[in-house]
């Protein structure tokens, strides 16, 4: 019994390993669980585990084990593990039973670098909350800072296209009036180009100002989580967005977040202080919040929502300058001795820009080739 269990832990210990450990391997590069022989031998593999008795086992089981050999040691090089292999596997199941799609979501990755060494693969400085891509993913990770700020541009470039169409439409509207007012049908074609670029631009300044909210959020979490055993209760509260039980404002975030990460606890910039406030956090927090909140929750108190297109797509500019700015300036203010993250572009607002380009030119294309 003692040999068929060994064999058993042996078995499914390398089977977790090798299973994860492809599934983060992207299919267009020859590997990942979708490459044919590797799937079968995984599958082949988990219905041996599943369904062979003790006898079974003790007779089948070294064998199994010496076909796998040769994957389980190309991967160990490649994702040399940081604990021992039946450790993983147990923390890989306990991390299944939480979320069994795994494929289709990914993974931590706090998680996988907790238990292997993943550098060889993924960039060390990705954020820990991260999801890792598997499967059909892989080679991909999520993070919603990403998205709200690739979102916030390609917004402005929608904004930014539906005004310049309605101002080529101009001569047209001119061509068409009589005496002195525009045609209605043309001005009902026209009007709904105008509420699109208004649409967008709007849209353009919530995701902006999310993606701040959500980077900064993003900044103190990856640090808390990386950083546990040296923080102080307080710290580790403030970094998860509260204070004695209680939310903090963004405010509040970006002024003590910085001072908790940076190594010299330097105050860079002060936000709550209206003496001390500068650019780009003033603009930022004076204009572009209230348009935001507006755009949100309007009130008649509140800053106007009825604005004309070209007045939209002005304020979606400068606040896609400003918000950018805001954010690398904060990321410099917690580490001042590292580059930009890469999985934001860098922060540069020109790649920003021509990213968003790149994705309305894509779709256009797309859908012009599957139209009929």
Request: glycine fraction near 4%.
């Amino acid at each position: 019994m003692e040999i068929a269990f060994k064999i058993r832990h042996d078995l499914i210990s390398t089977f977790d390993y090798i299973r994860l450990t492809m599934s983060l391997f992207p299919a267009d590069k020859g590997g990942g669980i979708f490459n044919p022989t590797v799937s079968e031998a995984i599958e082949a593999t988990g219905v041996f585990i599943n369904s062979s008795n003790e006898k079974q086992l003790i007779s089948g089981g070294p064998a199994i084990l010496n076909a796998l050999d040769p994957i389980y040691q190309s991967l160990l090089n490649t994702f040399p593990p940081k604990k021992d292999l039946g450790i993983i596997s147990k923390s890989f199941h306990e991390l299944l039973e939480q979320d069994k799609s795994f494929l289709s979501y990914g993974i931590p990755f706090s998680w996988l670098d907790e238990h292997i060494d993943t550098s060889k693969v993924l960039n060390p400085e990705t954020p820990y909350h991260a999801r890792i891509g598997t499967g059909y993913h892989a080679g991909k990770f999520s993070l919603e800072e990403m998205y709200l700020m690739d979102d916030g541009f390609y917004f402005l470039v929608l904004a930014e296209n539906s005004t310049k169409l309605l101002i080529d439409l101009i001569p047209e509207n001119r061509r068409r009036g009589k005496d002195g007012y525009p045609d209605p049908d043309f001005y009902n074609e026209a009007l709904y180009i105008k509420l699109n670029a208004c649409s967008y631009a709007r849209n353009s300044i919530v995701n902006l100002f999310s993606f701040v909210e959500c980077l900064v959020n993003s900044i103190g979490y990856d640090y808390f989580l990386r950083n546990k055993s040296t923080l102080t209760d307080k710290e580790q509260e403030l970094l998860q967005g509260k204070r004695n039980g209680s939310f903090i404002s963004l405010e509040f975030k970006l002024e003590k977040f910085h001072q908790i990460i940076r190594p010299d606890k330097k105050q860079v910039f002060s936000v709550t202080d209206t003496k001390q406030i500068k650019e780009p956090f003033l603009t930022f927090l004076d204009e572009c919040k209230h348009q935001r909140d507006a755009a949100m929750h309007y009130s008649p108190n509140k800053k106007d929502i009825w604005l004309k297109p070209t007045d939209w797509t002005e304020k979606a500019k400068k606040y896609s300058v400003t918000t950018l700015e805001v954010a690398r300036q904060f990321w410099e203010a917690c580490y001042p001795d590292l580059d930009f993250p890469f999985y934001l572009r860098h922060l540069d607002y020109q790649a920003c820009y021509d990213g968003a380009v790149k994705r309305y030119n894509d779709s256009e294309q797309t859908k012009k080739n599957n139209s009929r």
